[in-house]
């Protein structure tokens, strides 16, 4: 194995498949030989599929090797799940020993879409107990470290599969983000997340009740994000809230000359480290030097209506964590009687009036989005969260205490407005830091442009996980 192949994107390894430089086999095994290496220490795969994915990996060679047709958009890509994101025939185990034997009887839409298009399911990605926690460890798969520094979480919910995207062991991983759950741990890691907007692709049975989630990938490159968004997005029979006209997002455009964006370092009211300001002021400086005007605007309502989500989460997950505890308290790990106890306290009045404040904060950033063609703000506000944080643990931010750290809610809340967080740098403990570019109404296109002019690419296979 080597660095390049440890480190090799979606988009390079389908140029060397299609030049014959490199074969979806030598491909699989490094990924293999790569986990080998890294999880021991960031144990980010909680179940591997090698032999069955190496069986699929000489099919794909074939198809390259065949000269009879056309191979298919991601023929002999390796890609991993989250444990909460179904896989037709394989455990949906949503990070808790209470369904560690449960097996998905059929594939998420964007699941299967990666399979039809020629890509091959390798792994699967460890989650934190049913995807609640900022962080990824559980009872059922222990902890998941980040790959950048072993004492700093990778984020949740979908920490393993950042972690893996980050580490090597997988090319893409497909999760779902409700407050942040894809966006939160790509910042963590050093990696693109997308949420796109509601009905762009295509949601199963499992989360279809969530207004806030929906299912996204995470990759090494903004352009690797907009590839997969290509193949995973459009309308699908089973999902009937699934838009019917299927966008395809063009590549290369980087071009932002002209553009007007906004910015806020904290929302007008988190506290923001000085490592992930400085990060973001340089990623802003970058985008002006491309030809876009960066403006600050002022925000003043959005913990209001952070709070209000707050509310109609504990809500929607009320009956989850009942069940949890009344059944199966034996079996469940250490933060889930904290988190039941939070959504015991909900009510259908906090719920509806999470609804009502989503439109009152809409109103304000509705024009925003009107003046401007993009908003950017941190993903994540700190890179020291602790790879084992309890929910009940004092974070503080320049010497401050906190309640929020993360960044994201507040945009699950507009959900027609699309989301990629990108990379922006390297904090002073070496975790990645990382901008959300917030797009207008179903405008991915030029989400994916904003995103692409102000991605820091960042790797760290100049030297193995520490």
Not at 69 to 76: I, N
Request: glycine share 8%.
């Amino acid at each position: 194995m080597t660095d390049d192949l440890a480190g090799i994107s979606v988009s390079e390894a389908l140029a060397l498949f299609r030049s014959r430089k490199l074969s979806p086999v030598e491909l699989m095994q490094s990924l293999i030989e790569r986990a080998e290496i890294a999880e021991p220490i960031v144990n980010a795969l909680s179940e591997r599929h090698d032999e069955q994915a190496l069986v699929a990996a000489r099919e794909a060679e074939k198809a390259y090797a065949s000269r009879s047709g056309e191979p298919r958009a991601l023929e002999g890509i390796p890609y991993s799940v989250k444990a909460s994101v179904a896989v037709g025939g394989h455990r949906l185990t949503s990070g808790s020993l209470i369904y560690k034997d449960r097996v998905a009887a059929e594939s998420e839409p964007a699941v299967d879409r990666l399979r039809k298009a020629g890509g091959i399911f390798h792994a699967q990605n460890t989650s934190p107990e049913f995807s609640w926690a900022w962080v990824t460890y559980s009872r059922l798969y222990g902890v998941t470290r980040n790959p950048w520094n072993s004492e700093i979480t990778p984020g949740g919910s979908c920490g393993g599969s950042a972690a893996a995207v980050a580490s090597g062991t997988t090319l893409l991983s497909i999760g779902a983000d409700s407050a942040g759950s894809i966006r939160m741990p790509s910042a963590m890691c050093g990696v693109v997340g997308y949420k796109p907007p509601a009905g762009r692709n295509p949601e199963g049975p499992l989360y279809c009740d969530d207004l806030y989630n929906d299912y996204g990938p995470i990759t090494r490159t903004v352009q690797d994000a907009a590839i997969v968004q290509n193949v995973i997005s459009g309308p699908h029979p089973a999902d009937n809230t699934s838009l019917e006209t299927k966008i395809t997002l063009e590549w290369p455009s980087r071009d932002i000359r002209g553009m007007r964006l906004a910015f806020s370092y904290d929302l007008g009211f988190m506290e923001v480290a000085p490592d992930v300001r400085a990060n973001m002021t340089a990623v802003l400086n970058r985008l002006r030097e491309r030809g876009a005007t960066v403006e600050e605007v002022a925000i003043d309502w959005a913990e209001r209506a952070m709070n209000a989500a707050d509310l109609y989460g504990d809500f929607m997950a009320g009956e989850l964590y009942r069940d949890a505890m009344e059944k199966h308290a034996d079996l469940v790990t250490d933060y889930t009687p904290h988190f039941a106890a939070i959504c015991a306290r909900a009510t259908r009045a906090g719920f509806i009036e999470s609804f009502s404040e989503t439109a009152q904060a809409w109103a304000k950033f509705g024009p925003i989005l009107e003046q401007y063609d993009a908003f950017l703000c941190p993903t994540v506000a700190t890179t020291e969260v602790p790879a084992t944080m309890k929910p009940w643990d004092d974070m503080k931010i320049n010497g401050k205490p906190v309640d929020r750290w993360v960044l994201t809610l507040l945009f699950s809340m507009f959900r027609t407005c699309p989301v990629l967080a990108v990379p922006s740098g390297l904090g002073r403990n070496g975790v990645p830091t990382g901008v959300q570019i917030v797009g207008r109404k179903f405008d991915d296109q030029t989400t994916f442009r904003v995103a692409a002019a102000a991605e820091t690419k960042l790797s760290l296979f100049d030297r193995e996980p520490r």
